[in-house]
């Protein structure tokens, strides 16, 4: 007795237009990607999952990745958000840098605005003795 195994195939384009409903054991296939399904009798193609170990862990992968696990900054949607959703990060970025005062070994050497530029801030419980000008005092009780 010969056995004749038969496959339906067509591109995932017409599988899914036509979304067709795979007998039970039914194997249909994408000629353009390559991917399986196997039919189980009751759920139409574009429900079924695709076939596979590696697809299963693939999708579970691509999908923590996108947004769907928890926790902070764990993803690339949550890592946008935190960067303000700018495209251009790294031009802002450049931007605000070049706006910001020059300090070389310490000293300033110029400022973007004629500004009082404030060299050194300091936290201290003691009155404030020596420093320059420029350095700023903070003093404070416990």
């Not at 902070?72 to 949607?77: E, G, H, V, Y």
């Not at 700018?86 to 500004?115: C, H, I, M, P, Y």
């Amino acid at each position: 007795m010969a056995v004749q195994i038969q496959l339906r195939n067509d591109t995932a384009a017409n599988w899914t237009t036509e979304n067709p409903t795979l007998a039970a054991g039914e194997v249909g296939v994408e000629t353009d990607t390559g991917s399986v399904k196997v039919g189980d009798g009751t759920t139409a193609w574009t429900s079924l999952g695709y076939f596979g170990v590696g697809s299963a862990y693939v999708d579970s992968a691509i999908a923590n990745l996108v947004d769907s696990s928890p926790g902070t900054l764990d993803t690339l949607n949550e890592l946008a958000a935190a960067l303000g959703d700018d495209a251009n990060f790294a031009s802002t970025v450049t931007t605000a840098l070049a706006t910001k005062v020059e300090k070389t070994n310490g000293t300033v050497t110029t400022a973007a605005t004629d500004q009082t530029v404030v060299r050194n801030i300091t936290l201290s419980t003691s009155d404030p003795s020596g420093g320059i000008d420029g350095d700023v005092w903070l003093k404070y009780t416990e």
